[in-house]
């Protein structure tokens, strides 16, 4: 049962990093579909801090190590997000097929950068895998039988962080001003190319940070071939549940954390065993779901007016 | 009087030339990609990528390589009909991954556990991804739903399905299901004797002339026929097709019947022609939806178009597996593919940038000759 408390919250605080991601990005205006991608890009900065910094156990080296990897997972996750706003904003692309586009081109570039990297290590190494398995336990805590990942602490601070941001501050106002009616905000001398900019760029941040702690969920070897199992796009599932708001994304996050759960540990409960359902069930389920709660939610979709829409000076 | 216009100016040609733009381009990225990893090899790898079958000695050899090359292009073609025929709608069908799965899940299971012959097991591929689209379809028409996030939700759900159908089907010798020439001779795609065109490459079956038929038969229905017309007002304008009376939510799940339906008919058609058999642990949906996007896009959204660049991303795809395997991976060539697409999106900007240019040389064109107009005027008068 315990364990099904900390994989619930661990999924649900990548859902809950990455869909605020998304959140910020859509509130400023731009769809961010390349979540996918920026999460493997993140969490191959955050991996490869994790092969090469050496680490002894002790506090300020587990304190450096989870720096190093918050760090470098940002950082990719920034730098390539900027692919992104550079086409959507300034060039004005389509942005379902651009975040498409970076989607599979996070994955490949992963897999050639990690294969190569195998490569030169060891001639013989084809694979496309990242171990590290000692590195991972510099963000875990016991807390008795309860596993902490720091990474949990990270998502609430954000939540945080992100709510006070968009809905407490000037900044915030002027980036949903930039996403519900950009010429409106244009014309009060809000700079709409470096809101959008500022929302893709917090979407970065928020998504290279959800990549690194799926990452360090339950595993620790990472092979890089298969992506994130599309937990960029359930996070946009997420966030659409949570009606663009940070809390309710919360709520939703939860909710489908759980079913992600469930399909890690059914195992350790009697009751499902018994019901011999195959594996396969299990790894649908957060998507059927997900599914479900869309079909009932966006009816009445509170999404940002303006979003997906390149914004055109000449349009008023 | 009609105005000659510039070739330049002829959106045909715009697309095309965008479309080489954007594939020099992509191959030059990629090029450097290789020139960062290794760079001694990096030109041999990026010539064997572009080479393919070339780079084989043996003329019969070279042929049989190149009917491989189009057998595996066969249900890209597919994949990236179903593509532009929602694009053209308005829906960007990024499910095709999806369907693609359905297809091959019915039809092998079929041929495989049901033991029936070859049509059958196609037409029920075909059925299943087209189910599966007409969900996503209505989904969108009538609950709102996003259609690239039910897509993928659906992408995820087909491919667990797919291995949950086929577990049965399992060789036990490995992790792939049954090769047909063993258990389902029947299920064979018949060749029509085109295999010995090709070195006698028994992969290369009817699903090739298929892909081409249907190819020509999406053009017809978009660009001539009644019903690609409503569809297309559709996508263009919800709201003016509703108001012109047109069914707007017949229209979308109609359009997702036959987008799903195209996709998983590759799928089927690829996997009984026996080429590749499916692995029942796979924890990735196949990258041919994938691809089929970008196919898509490169052949400037235009089905005859989408053979051709279906044909080219094949190419180095499979031109991709021939790379130095001690100093690269085969990976480089979704690389190149995906910087191809991130590049495909701009098409937009370089077509609005070509137009300013034209513009711009237009007006000079048209000053000058009036200034020199002017100019003959003068004398005229002086005279």
């Known amino acids: 049962m315990l364990l099904l408390v900390q994989y619930t919250l661990v999924f649900a605080s990548v859902l809950l990093l990455v869909a605020l991601g998304g959140c910020i990005s859509e509130h400023s205006g731009v769809i961010n579909l390349a979540l996918e991608g920026i999460m493997v890009i993140g969490a191959l900065g955050g991996a490869l801090v994790m092969k090469f910094l050496p680490y002894t156990h002790g506090e300020s080296s587990q304190f450096l190590m989870f720096i190093c990897v918050l760090g470098a997972a940002v950082l990719f996750g920034v730098i390539y997000s900027t692919l992104l706003a550079f086409a959507c904003i300034n060039l004005k692309a389509d942005q379902t097929i651009v975040g498409t586009a970076l989607n599979m081109l996070g994955t490949a570039l992963a897999t050639v950068v990690v294969k190569s990297m195998n490569t030169a290590i060891s001639p013989d190494d084809h694979s496309s895998e990242i171990k590290y398995i000692d590195a991972k336990k510099a963000f875990l805590t016991n807390v008795g039988d309860f596993e902490l990942n720091w990474f949990m602490i990270v998502a609430v601070i954000m939540l945080v962080v992100a709510f006070v941001l968009l809905y407490k501050t000037k900044f915030g106002l002027r980036l949903r001003a930039c996403g519900e009616h950009p010429q409106a905000a244009a014309s009060v001398g809000i700079s709409v190319f470096k809101m959008r900019w500022a929302g893709v760029l917090l979407s970065g941040l928020l998504g290279g940070l959800g990549g690194i702690t799926y990452i360090t969920v339950g595993v620790s070897t990472w092979k890089f071939e298969n992506g994130v199992a599309g937990f960029g796009f359930l996070s946009l599932a997420v966030m659409i549940f949570g009606a663009w708001h940070p809390f309710k994304i919360a709520g939703a996050a939860l909710l489908f954390g759980l079913f992600r759960a469930l399909g890690n540990v059914y195992n350790g409960f009697d009751f499902l065993k018994a019901l011999n359902i195959p594996s396969a069930v299990y790894n649908m389920l957060p998507y059927i779901v997900s599914l479900i709660v869309l079909a009932f939610t966006s009816k009445k979709s509170r999404a940002p007016k303006a979003e997906g829409i390149p914004y055109d000076k000449g349009m008023r | ?383």
């Open chain 2, 1 to 383: 009087m009609k105005e000659k216009k510039s070739l330049l100016r002829n959106g045909g040609f715009q697309t095309f030339t965008t479309s080489i733009v954007c594939i020099i381009l992509g191959m030059i990225v990629g090029f450097l990609a290789l020139l960062i990893i290794e760079p001694s090899g990096a030109w041999g790898a990026i010539v064997a990528v572009i080479k393919n079958f070339f780079s084989y000695p043996s003329a019969a050899f070279r042929l049989q390589y190149f009917g491989s090359t189009l057998a595996k292009t066969a249900p890209l073609i597919f994949c990236s009909l179903s593509v532009l025929f929602a694009y053209k709608v308005g829906l960007f069908n990024i499910g095709a991954a999806g369907q693609y799965c359905l297809g091959i899940a019915l039809a092998l299971y079929l041929a495989i556990i049901v033991q029936l012959p070859w049509y059958i097991c196609l037409l029920a591929g075909i059925a299943a991804g087209a189910i599966s689209g007409a969900l996503c379809g209505i989904l969108k028409a009538f609950f709102n739903v996003n259609v690239v996030i039910s897509g993928i939700m659906l992408n995820w759900i087909s491919l667990y399905g797919t291995n949950l159908l086929l577990k049965p089907a399992m060789d036990p010798s490995g992790k792939d299901t049954f090769r047909l020439v063993n258990k389902a001779k029947q299920a064979l795609l018949p060749t029509l004797g085109l295999d010995k065109l090709f070195n006698k490459n028994q992969y290369v079956t009817i699903a090739i002339p298929l892909a081409i038929i249907a190819a020509v038969v999406i053009w017809i229905i978009l660009d001539k026929t009644k019903l690609g017309y409503e569809l297309k007002a559709t996508g263009n304008n919800l709201n003016a097709a509703k108001y012109c009376g047109m069914k707007e939510n017949r229209n979308i799940v109609l359009t997702m019947v036959i987008a799903g339906g195209l996709a998983a008919m590759g799928g089927a058609l690829y996997y009984l022609s026996d080429f590749e058999q499916w692995n029942v642990n796979a924890s990735a949906v196949p990258g041919m939806g994938f691809n089929g996007i970008a196919a898509a896009f490169l052949g400037g959204l235009n089905p005859i178009g989408s053979i051709f660049s279906s044909y080219f991303i094949t190419h180095i795809t499979v031109g991709g597996g021939n790379v130095d395997l001690s100093r690269y991976c085969a990976q480089i060539a979704d690389f190149i593919s995906s910087v191809i697409i991130y590049l495909c999106g701009f098409v937009l900007f370089f077509k609005t940038f070509m137009n300013k240019r034209l513009d711009k040389a237009e007006e000079k064109k048209i000053a000058r000759a009036r200034a020199a107009a002017e100019a003959e005027n003068k004398e005229g008068g002086n005279a």
